[in-house]
């Protein structure tokens, strides 16, 4: 579920000044422990004793996720202290569902970054936390069930003399919160984000976790008005109104450049996007977006299918035995998912955006996004040395020191994998191409199922 550089992103984050030229400091940088001179302190008024205390402001980007504003209240007359999470990234295009299946003490340990559009259920406790009923927050899935006994905790001296039934009744339920946290039957924690900013710890990173599953839904007009996104209804209050036919010809804009602002996806910094609409040779035409940051050199590039779904989808299965195999050009659009079995590594079709490059171009985009987003400060030495071997075997990989098979996968159909054969009536023996028909969980993530094609212009 996190922000990727593009395989040709520059990681050095510094470029040179000109004279007399200096630039904005990105507003967004990697968490860590020494990070005090982009902390804010604003007076504010204590919601305890109404004395004037002190919020503290952090913005900073989660590894595996994306960026946030830290928040910490303390007064100093009455020592009331309040930490809140608000995400300074934009609402996703879909909201995000998150099941985990906690089996251990140590699965109490997992980082939860939870926004205020979430929701949180524990089945096994009739436990329903619904949308913006808290504050967003980072906390630990321990600290999500300590929150929820101190709050049914509260006024509990006052129960036990007015309502003594009723307090004996939520201390049973308390108990009942306490023996989840000591983990004698597994449990499950679901967490439901319609912004999509939300976010659990897979600390088998970059391997899957079974006991981990995300998936992605389509939000609902409902939804949509509870995050302040509405329709216009009015055809003539619609901001892009369609051109007149023939205003516009293809052929112009194959050859135009198209630009627009944007912020950068690094820093949050204003710059602007480069679009271009080509052709991919033996394929289709795609939409190719490039984006090159003034304040901190942060460049990605973005593909964006020119055409619609395919009537299948395709899985690739590329070896890597030599120099020659990492040349390939690749086209990956962003419903499609890598997996290197070998590694047991897999990245989800939200992980990389689409991007045109090469095999080799993937591997590094891979192996930048695992080392520059790992919690370097907070990890514990395990999970240090963990990732740190997967990295060392990923650049022999790099190396060609193990032979290894690269599989992309695209329900869409929208992705390309270059033959290095030159004639076609002799087969690529290192490249496997299969088209398979998709499944309905397929279709649902695509939103093919509730696709109209015919009848559409009717009110439904």
């Given at each position: 579920?996190?922000?990727?550089s ?31 001179d ?30 946030v ?48 559009n ?17 504050k ?41 919160f ?6 004698t039957t ?12 939300s ?20 939000r ?27 205003s ?40 190719i ?55 047991d590594?897999?990245?989800g ?21 695992l ?24 650049e ?15 329900p869409?159909?929208n992705?390309y ?6 004639d ?37």
């Amino acid at each position: 579920m996190s922000t990727v550089s593009a395989a040709s992103s520059n990681n050095d984050t510094s470029p040179p000044e000109s004279a007399g030229n200096v630039r904005p400091e990105p507003i967004f940088r990697e968490i860590n422990a020494e990070q005090t001179d982009e902390i804010v302190e604003i007076e504010s008024a204590c919601m305890n004793c109404f004395e004037t205390g002190v919020t503290r402001l952090l913005p900073t980007k989660i590894p595996f996720f994306r960026e946030v504003v830290l928040m910490s209240f303390k007064c100093d007359h009455c020592g009331h202290i309040n930490n809140e999470m608000q995400s300074a990234s934009e609402i996703q295009k879909s909201g995000i569902r998150i099941e985990l299946v906690v089996q251990s003490v140590a699965d109490l340990n997992r980082r939860v970054v939870r926004s205020d559009n979430s929701s949180i259920s524990i089945p096994e406790v009739e436990l329903e936390i619904p949308v913006q009923s808290q504050k967003g927050e980072v906390t630990t899935v321990e600290g999500i069930i300590e929150r929820t006994i101190a709050g049914l905790s509260q006024d509990q001296e006052k129960r036990r003399i007015d309502h003594p039934e009723t307090a004996a009744s939520i201390e049973r339920y308390i108990e009942r919160f306490h023996r989840l946290k000591e983990v004698t039957t597994p449990f499950h924690l679901l967490l439901e984000d319609i912004s999509g900013n939300s976010f659990v710890e897979n600390p088998l990173a970059p391997a899957a976790d079974p006991q981990l599953k995300t998936s992605y839904f389509t939000r609902s007009q409902q939804q949509n008005e509870q995050l302040g996104l509405y329709e216009q209804n009015h055809e003539d209050q619609h901001l892009l109104k369609p051109i007149a036919e023939d205003s516009w010809p293809i052929e112009n804009l194959h050859g135009e450049v198209l630009q627009f602002p944007t912020n950068c996806p690094s820093c949050q910094a204003p710059c602007e996007t480069n679009m271009k609409l080509t052709n991919i040779p033996h394929f289709k035409e795609v939409v190719i977006m490039a984006t090159v940051c003034g304040a901190c050199g942060h460049k990605t590039n973005e593909v964006k299918s020119g055409g619609g779904v395919e009537a299948q989808g395709v899985r690739f299965r590329v070896q890597i035995a030599s120099k020659e195999d990492l040349t390939r050009d690749v086209l990956k659009s962003e419903t499609c998912s890598l997996s290197i079995p070998e590694l047991d590594l897999e990245v989800g079709p939200h992980a990389l955006c689409g991007r045109f490059t090469t095999v080799e171009g993937l591997l590094v985009a891979m192996r930048d996004q695992l080392d520059g987003t790992l919690f370097h400060d907070s990890a514990d030495v395990a999970t240090k040395q963990q990732m740190q071997r997967f990295l060392d075997t990923f650049e022999d990989v790099m190396n060609l020191k193990r032979v290894i098979t690269l599989v992309l996968e695209d329900p869409a159909g929208n992705t390309y994998v270059q033959s290095l054969s030159d004639d076609d009536s002799e087969p690529d023996d290192k490249l496997t191409v299969e088209r398979y028909d998709r499944s309905y969980e397929d279709n649902e993530d695509l939103g093919l199922n509730d696709m109209k094609t015919e009848g559409y212009e009717q009110k439904a």
